[in-house]
T-cell receptor, first 113, second 112 residues
Framework: AQSVTQLGSHVSVSEGALVLLRCNYSSSVPPYLFWYVQYPNQGLQLLLKYTSAATLVKGINGFEAEFKKSETSFHLTKPSAHMSDAAEYFC???????????FGAGTTVTVRA | SQTIHQWPATLVQPVGSPLSLECTVEGTSNPNLYWYRQAAGRGLQLLFYSVGIGQISSEVPQNLSASRPQDRQFILSSKKLLLSDSGFYLCAAHRLAEETQYFGPGTRLLVL
């Protein structure tokens, strides 16, 4: 079974500041890990994924995440926040058989001008 | 490329009425399909998934059912809606070559 914990339900950052969203996972098998972003009243958009290749993964919109097996973490970062980054972010984990996703509770990001 | 359609986009239904939400997928064949629900304060919950026509797995006991009458069509239904069925319903399709699920635009359901 897999599960994900996202630390912090709300994060507020200033425009231009570092964005750091924390995600820790639990998995009995080598996991696939994902970050999705959701804008109000929209579906989920894939930001990036880890599927057992490079541990530092780059995604869209300047985001990146690093898979750290020793820490069971997959934190999401962006060096410089933009107003358009205001959204809800979900970390998710799946196994490699049925690909069912288990999501974290989500982190809402607010960007201050 | 793969496209996921969901309709309706929004729906307001009285308690006790039936429900039918539809999801169709273009640009891929024999995808794994998934229904998720996003309810206030409860995050994203997997409801059903399907690996092929007529094959449905239920993840949680509930008032809903799912069917897959065609390869790229996934339907979520209820005979009698409850207030607790309100939420944002998301359909997803797994793209095997990318080992990734992609999501449709969602249907917002309000049961009154």
């Amino acid at each position: 079974a897999q599960s994900v914990t996202q630390l912090g339900s709300h994060v507020s950052v200033s425009e231009g500041a570092l964005v750091l969203l924390r995600c820790n996972y639990s998995s009995s098998v080598p996991p696939y890990l994902f970050w999705y972003v959701q804008y109000p009243n929209q579906g989920l958009q894939l930001l990036l994924k880890y599927t057992s290749a490079a541990t530092l993964v780059k995604g869209i919109n300047g985001f990146e995440a690093e898979f750290k097996k020793s820490e069971t973490s997959f934190h999401l970062t962006k060096p410089s926040a933009h107003m358009s980054d205001a959204a809800e972010y979900f970390c998710a984990v799946s196994g490699t058989n049925d690909y069912k996703l288990s999501f974290g509770a989500g982190t809402t990001v607010t960007v201050r001008a | 490329s793969q496209t996921i359609h969901q309709w309706p986009a929004t729906l307001v239904q009285p308690v006790g009425s039936p429900l039918s939400l539809e999801c169709t997928v273009e640009g891929t064949s024999n995808p794994n399909l998934y229904w998720y629900r996003q309810a206030a304060g409860r995050g994203l919950q997997l409801l059903f998934y399907s690996v092929g026509i007529g094959q449905i797995s239920s993840e949680v006991p509930q008032n809903l059912s799912a069917s897959r009458p065609q390869d790229r069509q996934f339907i979520l239904s209820s005979k009698k809606l409850l207030l607790s069925d309100s939420g944002f319903y998301l359909c997803a399709a797994h793209r095997l070559a990318e080992e990734t699920q992609y999501f449709g635009p969602g249907t917002r359901l309000l049961v009154l």
